[in-house]
């Protein structure tokens, strides 16, 4: 596969399956790694920077550990395509970002990317549909293993794996889950699942990871403290976290639909109305609508429309793939304009309801 | 001593009054009177809360004396890794462990790994520093063009496994795709 071809495949975490995924849309597991002999990125002269490039990208394909797969060099891409790819969680927005040579390889399934000079020298990343971290993180362990084989990651007795920021030292391990929590932002819960998931030292992000807002309702829980507990552990104690909150939001859509039926159909109703017939859509309002949408289509609301389709349009209407789609950059209004084009192609033919 | 104002219970609570320059009185109260005249004693303070702002004051005092200490590996110092948040090379956490302990300590609540250990230790970590000094000597070779030098010091880099060339005695590691 080759970046081109991500806008007309829609794989991954975005099929919309997966265990519980009428909450949970995707889990990841990710590991940050330095290679020993190299100082961290922020003290590497650039032509370090393109020998541990070289040397990663070499273990990488050996190791075979994003295989089928292909690479982006960063540095070289357009910034369309490096948006491209953060829209599709597959780097993070401060690889989009950075500057000097760097880069991402990607497996043709998107279940595995691992960037290649980050704020540490790799990170390895599992992402799959639905509630599935224990699988990411096995996934992930086994990806780690292999490059072992080829790569000596700077490793200590006392502090275990190193990294440029000390928060992810340890075992370099975060996981998390995103879920989709539409009744208890509703019904004015959240705050209190929050406060409860702050007490078991957990954190909550927005979509797009760190100092992103919660938009549309979606919500990245994961482990803050990486030092200290076995890998095992980590993933254990999420495990056990996320299914509670996914049963809180199962119980508010429930509450939701008993004490306010028609409410609720005519916020689907709305939404569904809307997204099939306006011609002119922001990325705020499509997100808004088609998280309601997506919530109604999981609880039976809105017949004719399988949440895989629900799930595609939440990626693809968004602003690099929309352009990326188009072949060109386009202007907002020009974006906006052709939003609502592909979200109404996309659901003409859908039974009415 | 029993309290003045009520009588009866014994005085707990004992002040000096300074009435003016020469003249001052005692009193002697008990604690129901003392609260009730308003002469309350904040009690705020806690073992565990003193412990903390101490701590806090040995670790600025501490970080205070250590502004000089650069690391031998990577240069980088301690202010401009607080200034940072990040860290210059895998030595730092060794040069600066008394300093970072504690912080490991309040963000992880430990400072000790458990967990996955690769396949060689810290081995790797022991010679990737010894690539990673040799790096810096071909730096300073390649600034004084003394490209002799240089093309010797790529040689022995390239041979301990520091770019493109596998790690030597793998068996393993050789395999192309």
């Known amino acids: 596969m080759t970046l081109d071809e991500l806008v007309s495949t829609a794989g991954g975490w975005i099929t919309g399956s997966g265990p519980d995924s009428e909450v949970v849309v995707s889990s990841r597991a990710r590991l940050a790694r330095n290679v020993a002999s190299f100082p961290f990125s922020t003290r590497m002269s650039e032509e370090e920077r393109e020998d541990l490039e070289r040397l990663c990208r070499e273990a990488i394909s050996r190791a075979k550990v994003a295989s089928p797969g292909f690479y982006v060099d960063l540095l070289a891409a357009s910034p369309l395509d490096r948006k491209l790819l953060v829209e599709r969680h597959l780097i993070s927005r401060e690889h989009e970002e950075a500057t000097g040579q760097r880069g991402v390889a990607i497996s043709d399934d998107e279940c595995i990317s691992i960037m290649v000079n980050e704020e540490d020298h790799l990170r390895l990343q599992a992402l799959l549909p639905g509630f599935a971290i224990g699988e990411a993180w096995r996934k992930i362990d086994a990806v780690d293993t292999a490059l072992e084989a080829h790569l000596d990651f700077a490793f200590h007795p006392k502090y275990g794996y190193l990294t440029a920021c000390p928060t992810n030292a340890g075992t370099g391990l975060r996981v998390s889950s995103l879920l989709h929590l539409p009744a208890l932002a509703i019904t004015r819960q959240i705050e209190k699942v929050f406060q409860a998931v702050a007490r078991l030292r957990l954190s909550v992000r927005g979509l797009y990871g760190e100092g992103t807002e919660a938009t549309g309702h979606f919500y990245q829980i994961s482990n803050e403290s990486s030092l200290g507990k076995p890998e095992e552990e980590i993933v254990k104690n999420l495990e056990a976290v996320i299914p509670q909150i996914v049963n809180y939001e199962r119980a508010a859509r429930e509450a939701l639909l008993r004490k306010d039926r028609s409410r609720l159909e005519d916020r689907m109703g709305r939404a569904y109305g809307v997204l099939r017939h306006a011609r002119v859509v922001t990325s705020e309002e499509a997100l808004a609508l088609l998280s309601a949408l997506k919530m109604g289509v999981h609880m039976g609301l809105v017949n004719g429309l399988a949440p895989g389709t629900v799930g595609e349009l939440l990626v693809f209407s968004q602003p690099a793939h929309l352009q990326k789609r188009e072949g060109r950059e386009l202007s907002p209004a020009e974006r906006d304009a052709i939003r609502g084009a592909y979200i109404r192609s996309r659901l003409s033919g859908t039974n009415d309801n | ?177």
Not at chain 2, 33 to 40: D, H, N, Q, S
Not at chain 2, 95 to 112: G, K, N
């Open chain 2, 1 to 177: 001593m029993i309290c003045e104002n009520c009588g009866k219970a014994q005085a707990k609570v004992h002040m000096t009054e300074i009435v003016s320059e020469n003249e001052k009185r005692e009193h002697h109260l008990c604690e129901r009177c003392a609260e009730k005249l308003g002469y309350t004693i904040k009690q705020h303070f806690s073992l565990s809360e003193v412990l903390a702002s101490l701590g806090a004051a040995q670790l600025a005092a501490r970080e205070a004396q250590v502004p000089d200490v650069k690391c031998p590996s990577c240069g980088i110092t301690f202010a401009e890794f607080q200034a940072a948040g990040r860290f210059g090379c895998a030595e730092d956490y060794d040069v600066f462990s008394e300093l970072i302990e504690p912080r490991l300590d309040r963000f992880h609540d430990s400072t000790q790994h458990t967990g996955k250990i690769p396949r060689d230790g810290d081995r790797a970590r022991r010679r990737g520093a010894r690539v990673r000094a040799l790096r810096s000597q071909l730096r300073e070779a390649v600034e004084k063009e003394d490209y002799e030098r240089a093309a010797k010091l790529r040689d022995e880099i390239s041979r301990l496994g520091g770019a493109g060339d596998e790690v030597p005695g793998r068996s393993d590691g050789g395999t192309k795709p």
